[in-house]
């Protein structure tokens, strides 16, 4: 499969392309969504032994979700920067210590977002974190034990792998 030429067909909040696409002999067009990169993580709080999430409505679901911290990472910004940023502004802590688990696309049939996840530990709360007001965001701290996280059923895709990833941990 090739591409022989990319056109952008929306400019908004978010961009959207039309492909020109060859394969076999073929040429046909597919629409992709150009979303950008993001970070996540999960947020282990040492203190208290607790998982920190967040509870946010989102467009995408259609409805409120109970995931992991995320966000997009800002032009010139390295993902590291970005997740510690997305931390302090959603539930309002400073990192003491990160690792990087897992690079993703979320869905790689039609859109260019790639996830960079993340687990991070932190010790105290500094702020009441809650979102940015100017990008209108109302973000619910979410407080959850081990066992809480394992148990939570949710359709999240990053928290699902975070799930996953600590459950392997443990072994």
Avoid: C, N
């Avoid at 591409?3 to 908004?12: M, N, R, T």
């Amino acid at each position: 499969m090739q591409i022989k030429g990319k056109q952008k067909v929306y400019d908004g909040y978010f961009k959207m392309y039309e492909l020109t696409v060859e394969q076999d002999g073929h040429t046909f067009k597919r629409e992709q969504f150009d979303r950008g990169t993001a970070v996540a993580a999960l947020v282990h709080d040492t203190e208290k032994d607790s998982f920190i999430l967040t509870k946010q409505f989102r467009i995408g679901s259609e409805s409120e979700l109970i995931e992991i911290v995320a966000g997009m990472i800002d032009d010139g910004e390295a993902p590291e920067v970005s997740i510690r940023r997305e931390i302090e502004e959603e539930i309002g802590y400073h990192v003491d210590q990160l690792e990087h688990l897992y690079t993703f696309y979320s869905s790689p049939g039609g859109t260019t977002e790639k996830v960079l996840l993340y687990f991070a530990e932190v010790s105290k709360q500094h702020a009441d974190g809650g979102g940015k007001a100017d990008e209108h965001e109302k973000i619910e701290i979410v407080e959850l034990t081990a066992g809480e996280f394992l148990k939570l059923d949710t359709p999240d895709a990053k928290t699902i792998i975070s799930q996953l990833w600590f459950r392997l941990k443990q072994k």
